[in-house]
């Protein structure tokens, strides 16, 4: 009997370890499997390296940027839309640009002027997918100008009107009576600027001194506090003002946390402290703690069974993830208790190796990636224009987690510093919310709303009855765009043109066609727009700073600039029917124009060509065109970038047979350097008569022609034309050269050649980002010629 009673017992004791384990198993399944519901749909983060952060309104803004796929750590292939929107300090939209994304990259820039005030300004990155979050997914960026007919500039001063001093307990808002709470402080000025004082002091609540506390020249800082009943102060005496704000409040019940992953370079450190009537009013007396990023999730359990109330957990930092992760700790009944940010620097910094090759200005680089993705500004040595606000470490490895932009994370990461990433991580405690708080996540995923583009997409109705519609189809073509594509009708009358890559405001016609023949275009009227080429925003970018920043004159030189809008001629006149008259248009001035004359009829436009530098073959009813010289080691032939009409030529096959009767101006030059892959030299425009110079040709037509609203051109860098290189005020703002897309060759290598500078030194940063995901991002200093 006594042994049947032991066995029954063991059984006993067996099932309700099992029942316990089981009921540990599921609560952490349950906690991971929200973290994955959350973050099943794909997100992008973008990060984008500006030529320089302050700009003259006589100059341009050139960007590069990458588009990283947030699930594999990668480039993101499937992003070609991208949303640049630049604002001033009071939120009004400047500029607004569809710029064109393709194997995670992006290029562009944003022409300024005079009517840009001198002041503060803010670049917004974002796409359409975005949209479909409860956080803002986008990438922001400060940079200032100052218009060169006011010059001013923000002040750095100090802005002592309002003084924030901002307490944070870490994981929670509120501190626990009588344990040990670690409090994050944060000091900023009116501008949210870190203000000039290292010192201030606690006092409780009878108004004594009780200890001395300290900031960093960030603002940050953090302190231990064991508080009783009453009210706490922080206490700082700037500018020779007394500034002060309370605690939180101390709670009776709870847990305060200390996190720790910067001490030893393998491992984290959490400890969890609690009263003891807390502890004992745990269900089952656990703790669960997670550790995530994204949907990558790990739980670990914390036992308080043998009622102390101080618990230790230590991990390996091969739990974390590359860059910021959320702590988080739970009770039994998944609430969350704690949360707290903390970083892991990745195992590898990489870097380049820059040297000269031997010739003048030329130089070779050395990545140890294969098809490295690279961007390089190139500034005078001492710079004042770049303020580290455009930082791939910070947009891709910390902002990504946080309600509120970093910038400079260079600072923290180039040294393998224990010192530095201590001040990462009271950044990251001093965080005054989370960006993905557990409410938001045990809410439930997010839900599709809002497309993924791919391309452009047009729009059409067709606003007529037409029997049998299935016989019909639409027809768009853009010889500009190289598109010539067909689109089904349906039962609605509306049809579509999806995936579409065009400039903006490239020509484009659409007919209404019968199949099979396809190529009669039928009377039509129709309705068209492209409905991608922009996209609203959730989190459109408004300044949060509570004091706009007070301008001042400069005190430093800044660069003069050649005047372009004014050339004083004599007077002349000239009376001449057949003078040219698009001398004058974009890129034409480089360009030998000749205006066609009636000598010329009869004539054959490819002979023209070939009289003015060029080779032409003809095979197989295909048309090539080729330059006389040979560029390249290998000798492959270059050829020319031909325009009809301004809209580039993708193939020459139409230029067969065309005659000079029907061309009104050649503009040509054979050795023209064309900014391109491709080995592009030289340059060919092609203008033809108007309708009306054809009185026996019928101008009617049922073609219906249409100005596509696409992306923004991609332009190669031209330099701000500063009148002076070699003043002190080319040194302080102005730029040596932007190469925004240089791919390193199958072992990493890449070369680049720099313009004549005068100097003996230039600041290089290079950015970029591998195939593989690998991140570069760094800052040289080299000699030049």
């Known amino acids: 009997m006594k042994k049947f009673i032991r066995q029954s017992i063991l059984t006993?004791?067996?099932?309700?370890?099992?029942?316990?384990?089981?009921?540990?198993?599921?609560?952490?399944?349950e906690i991971s499997s929200r973290f994955t519901d959350y973050f099943r749909l794909y997100r992008e983060s973008i990060h984008v390296q500006l030529d320089k952060d302050l700009f003259l309104s006589d100059e341009q803004i050139w960007f590069k940027g990458y588009v990283m796929n947030r699930k594999t750590k990668t480039p993101f292939l499937l992003t070609t839309n991208v949303f640049a929107v630049l604002t001033d300090q009071q939120g009004n939209k400047m500029e607004e640009q569809l710029v064109f994304a393709s194997g995670g990259s992006f290029s562009g820039n944003i022409k300024l002027g005079k009517q840009y005030a001198s002041g503060n300004y803010y670049l917004q990155f974002y796409t359409n997918w975005m949209n479909n979050f409860n956080e803002d997914e986008s990438s922001v960026y400060k940079i200032t100008i100052v218009n060169t007919q006011q010059p001013l500039l923000p002040s750095d001063k100090p802005d002592y009107s309002k003084i924030n001093i901002d307490l944070t307990p870490q994981?929670?808002?509120?501190?626990?009576?009588?344990?040990?709470?670690?409090?994050?402080?944060?000091?900023?000025?009116?501008?949210?600027?870190?203000?000039?004082?290292?010192?201030?002091?606690?006092?409780d609540a009878n108004g004594n001194q009780i200890m001395r506390i300290s900031v960093n020249r960030f603002g940050y800082g953090k302190f231990d506090i064991i508080p009783e009943t009453g009210t706490y102060k922080a206490v700082f005496t700037i500018n020779n003002q007394t500034f002060s704000a309370p605690l939180p409040a101390a709670q009776q019940n709870g847990i305060a946390i200390d996190v720790n992953n910067y001490a030893a370079p393998d491992r984290t450190y959490l400890t969890i402290n609690a009263n003891a009537g807390y502890v004992n009013a745990l269900p089952g007396k656990k703790l669960f703690v997670s550790v995530n990023q994204d949907e990558k999730a790990v739980v670990f359990e914390m036992d308080f069974k043998n009622g102390l109330s101080e618990q230790k957990l230590v991990f390996m930092n091969d739990n974390l993830s590359d860059g910021v992760n959320t702590v988080t700790v739970f009770d039994a009944n998944k609430n969350a208790l704690a949360q707290r940010l903390v970083f892991k620097k990745p195992s590898d910094i990489f870097t380049s190796i820059i040297t000269p090759s031997g010739k003048s200005n030329h130089f070779i680089g050395k990545t140890d990636f294969a098809k490295a993705n690279l961007s390089i500004s190139v500034l005078p040595e001492n710079s004042l224009a770049d303020k580290g606000h455009s930082d791939l470490y910070a947009s891709l490895l910390i902002n990504p987690y946080l309600a509120e932009n970093v910038t400079n994370a260079h600072y923290y990461l180039d040294q393998n510093s224990k010192t530095r990433l201590y001040e990462l991580d009271l950044l990251l405690l001093n965080q005054k919310k989370m960006k993905y708080p557990w409410k938001s996540i045990e809410g439930g995923s997010p839900t599709r709303n809002y497309d993924f583009d791919y391309g452009l997409t047009i729009k059409g109705t067709l606003n007529q009855k037409q029997g049998n519609?299935?016989?019909?189809?639409?027809?768009?073509?853009?010889?500009?765009?190289?598109?010539?594509?067909?689109?089904?009708?349906?039962s609605n009358n509306e049809f579509y043109f999806k995936n579409l890559v065009a400039p903006d405001g490239a020509q484009a016609s659409i007919s209404f066609v019968k199949a099979p023949e396809l190529s009669n275009a039928l009377p039509a009227k129709m309705t068209l727009k492209v409905i991608n080429a922009t996209r609203s925003f959730r989190f459109p970018y408004h300044a949060t700073a509570e004091c706009t920043p007070i301008l001042e004159p400069i005190d430093l030189i800044f660069p003069d600039f050649n005047e372009?809008?004014?050339?004083?001629?004599?007077?002349?006149?000239?009376?001449?029917?057949?003078k040219l008259t698009r001398q004058m248009g974009y890129g034409n001035g480089l360009l030998t124009g000749y205006k066609i004359t009636a000598e010329n009829n009869g004539l054959d436009v490819l002979n023209f060509i070939r009289n003015h530098g060029f080779d032409v073959e003809k095979r197989l009813n295909r048309v090539n065109i080729y330059g006389r010289s040979r560029t390249t080691i290998n000798g492959q032939r270059n050829q020319p970038v031909v325009y009809l009409d301004n809209f580039r030529m993708m193939d020459f096959d139409e230029l067969d047979g065309m005659r000079m009767d029907d061309i009104d101006e050649i503009y040509i030059n054979a050795q023209a350097i064309v900014s391109s892959v491709n080995n592009n030299i030289g340059v060919i425009k092609i203008y033809r008569k108007k309708i009306s110079q054809y009185p026996s040709k019928d101008p009617k037509t049922n073609v219906v022609d249409f100005r596509m609203e696409g992306y923004q051109m991609i332009r190669p860098f031209v330099n701000a034309d500063y009148s002076d290189k070699s003043d002190a005020g080319f040194d302080n703002f102005g730029i040596v050269h932007w190469m925004p897309n240089i791919v390193a060759d199958d072992f990493g290598g890449f070369t680049f050649q720099l313009p004549p500078t005068g100097k003996r030194n230039v600041k290089l940063l290079i950015e970029g980002m591998t195939p593989e995901g690998m991140l570069i991002s760094e800052i040289k200093v080299i000699s030049v010629n």
């Open 171 to 203: 994981g929670g808002e509120n501190m626990i009576m009588g344990v040990k709470n670690v409090v994050g402080i944060r000091l900023t000025d009116c501008y949210g600027a870190p203000v000039p004082v290292t010192e201030g002091y606690i006092t």
């Open 469 to 490: 519609i299935n016989k019909y189809m639409m027809k768009l073509f853009s010889l500009f765009a190289g598109i010539r594509e067909m689109a089904e009708i349906d």
């Open 564 to 578: 372009k809008d004014i050339i004083h001629l004599d007077e002349v006149k000239v009376d001449n029917k057949n």
């Open 12 to 29: 006993f004791i067996c099932l309700i370890s099992l029942l316990s384990f089981s009921q540990t198993d599921s609560t952490k399944q």
